[in-house]
């Protein structure tokens, strides 16, 4: 079955420390990555996605993820977090590019520190 | 408006009651999608719309669960004879175009629905 797994519920953090959020999806064929933030009363917003090309891809607030096909993960990374970075963060797959459903992972909530 | 709207924001009903949530997507956007969130999981699919088409329906979890998008624009999902399994929150979310999933998804802030 298809699936989408974010091993972290929680990650807390220092402020200015680094912190990687876990995704893996289980999939054989071409998929489409995204990562959602869903701050505190807030709907999701788009993070940054993953459809081709380069399998680095970046946020304009300091965020990265790389898309690593043999592992089928979609890890998020920050070098640096501040406190406005707490939120809620979803991984979510396209399986299949005739249908733009999305699958979600349960989310990982960060904790920043100060 | 600017953004993908969802009313309203918080739902108490009865159990057994039927209620109805609505969402207005970003004008111009063709496909619309309804998913529901329980309490510490991801968003889980229900339907979606091609304009006024429900090109998906495999997510909704009963037959007491229906969506309608009549004119292509505002959608309507209605749960008749709520459970308090129903209780969550139900996003909407809206995309520009109906071509392949590569498009962004909006999500609106929710709906919050208690079954008491």
């Known amino acids: 079955a298809q699936s989408v797994t974010q091993l972290d519920s929680q990650v807390p953090v220092f402020e200015e420390a680094p912190v990687e959020l876990r995704c893996n999806y289980s999939?054989?064929?071409?998929?489409?990555l995204f990562w959602y933030v869903q701050y505190p009363n807030q709907g999701l917003q788009l993070l940054l996605k993953?459809?081709?090309?380069?399998?680095l891809v970046e946020s304009i607030n300091g965020f990265e993820a790389e898309f690593n096909k043999s592992q089928t993960s979609f890890h998020l990374r920050k070098p640096s977090v501040h406190i406005s970075d707490t939120a809620e963060y979803f991984c979510a797959v396209n399986f299949n590019f005739g249908n733009e459903k999305l699958t979600f992972g349960t989310g990982t909530r960060l904790t920043i520190i100060p | 408006g600017a953004g993908v709207s969802q009313s309203p924001r918080y739902k108490v009903a009865k159990r057994g009651q039927d209620v109805a949530l609505r969402c207005d997507p970003i004008s111009g956007h063709v496909s619309l999608f309804w998913y529901q969130q329980a309490l510490g999981q991801g968003p889980e699919f229900l339907t979606y719309?091609?304009?006024?088409?429900?090109?998906?329906k495999s997510g909704l979890p009963s037959d007491r669960f229906f969506a309608e998008r009549p004119e292509g624009s505002v959608s309507t999902l209605k749960i008749q004879r709520t459970q308090q399994e129903d209780s969550a929150v139900y996003l909407c979310a809206s995309s520009s175009s109906g071509i392949r999933a590569k498009n962004i998804q909006y999500f609106g802030a929710g709906t919050r629905l208690s079954v008491l």
């Open positions: 993953y459809l081709s090309g380069s399998t």
């Open positions: 999939s054989s064929v071409s998929v489409y």
């Open positions: 719309f091609q304009n006024e088409a429900q090109l998906d």
